[in-house]
């Protein structure tokens, strides 16, 4: 029992490594295309109706439908943000480490097969014992109809106190 244990955790540990050096390599990678890059996403902003801006975070997402929830939530969040944040053998989309919240965005091409379903559920049971809010949000959920209600989520989550005196209030 106890050697098995040892193996899990030496897997982990290697697929911690692997996945760590696939990111660096990833990232200087795409150091000569930032140029072409840059002017991509300051195109990408002003078709969602954003005010153009570049800062390093944007160079680190992984997909469109993390930068459209970048771009919703960066002038509330600024500097609180961290994409690809790294979480036991996982790594989040976009987490808030200071309040222990992931967000996850699931595009349909990676998280539609039911295997991946159960590779979500399995992400998210982990960070949950690793006391951490998981909210995932799904590219309907980011459509500009739909994109306030997801925002209002990772709002009332970071701000229960203005929710509460909004209800005394009333």
Same mark, same amino acid.
């Given at each position: 029992?106890?050697?098995?244990?040892?193996?899990?955790?030496?897997?982990?540990?290697?697929?911690?490594?692997?996945?760590?050096?696939?990111?660096?390599?990833?990232?200087?990678?795409?150091?000569?295309?930032?140029?072409?890059?840059?002017?991509?996403?300051?195109?990408?902003?002003?078709?969602?109706?954003?005010?153009?801006?570049?800062?390093?975070?944007?160079?680190?997402? #992984?997909?469109?439908?993390? =930068? %459209?929830?970048?771009?919703?939530? $960066?002038?509330? !969040?600024?500097?609180?943000?961290?994409? /690809?944040?790294?979480?036991?053998?996982?790594?989040?989309?976009?987490?808030?480490?200071?309040?222990?919240?992931?967000?996850?965005?699931?595009?349909?091409?990676?998280?539609?097969?039911?295997?991946?379903?159960?590779?979500?559920?399995?992400? #998210?049971?982990?960070?949950? =014992? %690793?006391?951490?809010?998981?909210? $995932?949000?799904? !590219?309907?959920?980011?459509?500009?109809? /739909?994109?306030?209600?997801?925002?209002?989520?990772?709002?009332?989550?970071?701000?229960?106190?203005?929710?509460?005196?909004?209800?005394?209030?009333?």
């Amino acid at each position: 029992m106890k050697n098995n244990r040892n193996n899990y955790k030496r897997q982990r540990i290697i697929r911690r490594k692997y996945i760590e050096f696939k990111k660096a390599f990833k990232r200087k990678a795409r150091v000569p295309l930032y140029p072409f890059l840059a002017i991509q996403f300051i195109l990408e902003q002003m078709k969602l109706g954003y005010k153009p801006s570049l800062d390093r975070i944007v160079f680190q997402t #992984d997909s469109p439908l993390e =930068r %459209m929830l970048y771009y919703a939530i $960066r002038c509330d !969040y600024k500097g609180k943000i961290v994409p /690809q944040y790294p979480l036991g053998p996982y790594w989040v989309d976009l987490a808030i480490p200071s309040r222990k919240l992931a967000l996850e965005c699931d595009g349909q091409a990676y998280h539609s097969s039911s295997k991946m379903k159960e590779h979500d559920r399995k992400r #998210d049971a982990y960070m949950k =014992r %690793m006391g951490w809010k998981v909210m $995932r949000f799904t !590219y309907q959920d980011l459509l500009q109809d /739909q994109l306030p209600i997801s925002i209002q989520k990772i709002y009332t989550y970071m701000n229960p106190k203005s929710i509460s005196k909004n209800k005394k209030a009333n």
